[in-house]
């Protein structure tokens, strides 16, 4: 009797098994999905990074600094610096007042523009895509990992996206400046974004850093791989880093 009563909690075992098996077998395809969902969703903007302060002199004039600028592709494989990464957001959008005003002009102060960082080698934090918060001059990180393999391809494979060791990104919310301004205020950012950019290339003079202005890349993409809201629209990349052969 024992015996039976034995065999019979073990068929028992074995069908209770059986089932769950098969579960498993029916739910693993959604879970492995869930997993990998997770793994490349963007991180919730709640991971602040201090940045170093800006500065306001350097060893070179301005005059200087715009007769070298000059568009630059090749770059070496070092990093820069945080102090020169916070340098060159602070000339993109930094602040420059206590009322906010900032280091380029903007129609209304309706400051339509944010800047993106997409770090591969910075010395001090992680590759990544981080937001600049120009009223704090902190990072905020968006996505964590190296996203300029697919922001070169997503700029039609250029490969100065690819291989220069920092990317800044502008992007608009051209509703900022629409609303007030209406039809016009487009024209109006699109002025914006070229004295933002025009910013950072002078600061890389500055910094004996090369930089060249890109426009040509699948907007879509470039929006999908910064994780920008629906609001928001790119448009500017700009590679940044050490000259090659320099």
């Known amino acids: 009797m024992p015996s039976r009563l034995?065999?019979?909690?073990?068929?028992k075992a074995l069908s209770w098994l059986f089932v769950i098996?098969?579960?498993?077998?029916?739910?693993?395809?959604s879970l492995a999905c869930a997993a990998s969902e997770k793994e490349i969703m963007p991180l919730a903007e709640n991971i602040r990074i201090t940045i170093p302060e800006p500065k306001y002199s350097s060893d070179i004039s301005m005059e200087e600094a715009l007769r070298e600028r000059r568009s630059i592709r090749d770059y070496t494989a070092e990093a820069l610096t945080?102090?020169?990464v916070s340098q060159l957001l602070w000339a993109a959008q930094g602040k420059t007042s206590p009322d906010g005003k900032r280091?380029?002009?903007?129609?209304?102060?309706t400051?339509?523009?944010?800047?993106?960082?997409?770090?591969?080698?910075?010395?001090?934090?992680?590759?990544?895509?981080?937001?600049?918060d120009?009223?704090?001059?902190e990072l905020l990180l968006v996505i964590s990992g190296d996203v300029r393999d697919s922001l070169a391809e997503a700029a039609l494979g250029q490969a100065c996206v690819r291989e220069a060791p920092v990317n800044i990104a502008i992007t608009a919310v051209f509703e900022r400046t629409t609303n007030r301004y209406g039809e016009r205020g487009i024209r109006y950012v699109h002025f914006e974004a070229g004295h933002a950019a025009q910013n950072v290339c002078l600061q890389a003079v500055a910094f004996d850093l090369g930089s060249v202005v890109i426009g040509a890349f699948y907007d879509d993409?470039?929006?999908?791989?910064?994780?920008?809201?629906?609001?928001?629209?790119?448009?500017?990349?700009?590679?940044?880093?050490?000259?090659?052969?320099?």
């Open 6 to 11: 034995l065999t019979g909690e073990i068929v």
């Open 21 to 29: 098996l098969i579960m498993l077998g029916a739910l693993g395809p």
């Open 82 to 84: 945080l102090e020169e």
């Open 103 to 109: 280091t380029a002009p903007s129609a209304g102060a």
């Open 111 to 132: 400051y339509p523009l944010e800047v993106y960082l997409v770090a591969g080698a910075v010395d001090g934090i992680g590759a990544g895509v981080y937001r600049y």
């Open 134 to 137: 120009s009223a704090s001059h």
């Open 221 to 246: 993409r470039v929006k999908k791989i910064l994780n920008l809201p629906a609001t928001e629209e790119p448009l500017y990349i700009i590679p940044v880093g050490r000259i090659a052969g320099s």
